[in-house]
């Protein structure tokens, strides 16, 4: 069996509508694009409001590649989303929030970038904000005019870099089996989207693509607004 490329990590609590809302997209999107390459996994943290249904639903109707984990207590966000990884088969990941969306163009290119670069530990990108009420894209967090990669020599290039473009490097595909071994965390010095790519950059090459992956969003069909 080839080993599965992307694993997308969905760390959830009683969001059930914003979940369903999320994988009917992803079962939709991902059919015939690359679904065989692709797994999806969900953390529960213990909802109480047919999230384990939703799940069931995704995975034995629409025939989605998802595994579902229900968590007995909830642990907490940040300790279901590493549970999730921990799971995961991918060769990369990405962590996905039960309410926002993916740009397949971008995470097409972003994985591209990765495979062509063996030493690269993660890629990170800029994100947009997106009503999908009205199907409409709207500001992007942050730009740079080119794609970049750092390695740990080029810890002040790096440094400008990250200040000249205000990048908040907080959205990202990174090695599955790296950050395991690593277990990157947040940390009380600064800001752990300044932290965390310090640490990986100490164990190999770090990309910044131009191109979005990832919307977060702001309306949804039928929902109450974020």
Request: hydrophobic share 45%; glycine share 6%.
């Amino acid at each position: 069996m080839n080993e599965l490329l992307l694993s997308i990590c969905i760390p959830t609590y009683n969001r059930a509508p914003f979940l369903a809302s999320l994988l009917a997209r992803l079962s939709a999107e991902i059919t015939g694009v690359m679904s065989e390459n692709i797994e999806i996994i969900v953390s529960d943290n213990a909802s109480t409001d047919g999230t384990t249904e939703v799940c069931a639903v995704a995975r034995d109707e629409f025939g989605l590649p998802l595994h579902y984990f229900r968590q007995s207590e909830n642990i907490g966000s940040e300790a279901s989303l590493n549970f999730a990884i921990s799971k995961a088969k991918g060769r990369y990941f990405l962590y996905l929030a039960d309410d926002d969306t993916l740009f397949w163009f971008g995470v097409v290119m972003a994985l591209k970038a990765l495979v062509q670069n063996p030493a690269a530990v993660g890629l990170y990108a800029p994100w947009s904000m997106v009503d999908l009420e009205n199907d409409t894209i709207g500001v992007q967090v942050y730009r740079h005019p080119e794609n970049r990669t750092f390695s740990s020599e080029d810890r002040a290039a790096f440094a400008g870099f990250i200040v000249e473009h205000k990048v908040f490097s907080e959205i990202g595909i990174f090695r599955t089996k790296i950050w395991n071994l690593v277990a990157p965390k947040s940390t009380d010095l600064a800001y752990w989207a300044f932290t965390i790519p310090a640490q990986l950059l100490g164990i190999g090459q770090l990309i910044y693509h131009t191109t979005p992956f990832y919307g977060s969003a702001t309306d949804h069909p039928g929902l109450p607004p974020r």
